[in-house]
Nanobody, 124 residues
Framework: QVQLVESGGGLVQAGGSLRLSCAAS????????MGWFRRAPGKEREFVAT????????YYADSVKGRFTISRDNAKNTLDLQMNSLKPEDTAVYYC?????????????????WGQGTQVTVSS
């Protein structure tokens, strides 16, 4: 079982930037995709971005495309999410996760290990 710990969340003004990080321990995850999801108050958990095991393939939700960048360092067992041009609607708890199926899944059910989440709040 892998343990995931997110960090980097906080309060930022609209238009600002944050960089989220996810540190993994327990086992290596270099052979599986990883992703970021978020849950806003009163809403379901939604897909943000996913990255393949090699880092070559990335996918983004339309709402964050062009503003967010996902990356990973398999040697350090870390996953990052660079968030630029933040909007109030990006406010949510952000979670990192490790996929339990092949490919680059985008649904929560395809991910087997989750972090505890980090709060991102964007003020207008």
């Amino acid at each position: 079982q892998v343990q995931l710990v997110e960090s980097g969340g906080g309060l930022v003004q609209a238009g600002g930037s944050l960089r989220l990080s996810c540190a993994a321990s327990g086992r290596t995850f270099g052979s599986t995709a990883m992703g970021w999801f978020r849950r806003a108050p009163g809403k379901e958990r939604e897909f943000v971005a996913t990255i393949g095991w090699s880092g070559a393939n990335t996918y983004y939700a339309d709402s964050v495309k062009g503003r967010f960048t996902i990356s990973r360092d398999n040697a350090k067992n870390t996953l990052d999410l660079q968030m630029n041009s933040l909007k109030p609607e990006d406010t949510a708890v952000y979670y990192c996760a490790v996929a339990k199926v092949p490919g680059n899944p985008t649904i929560p059910a395809a991910f087997g290990s989750w972090g505890q989440g980090t709060q991102v709040t964007v003020s207008s």
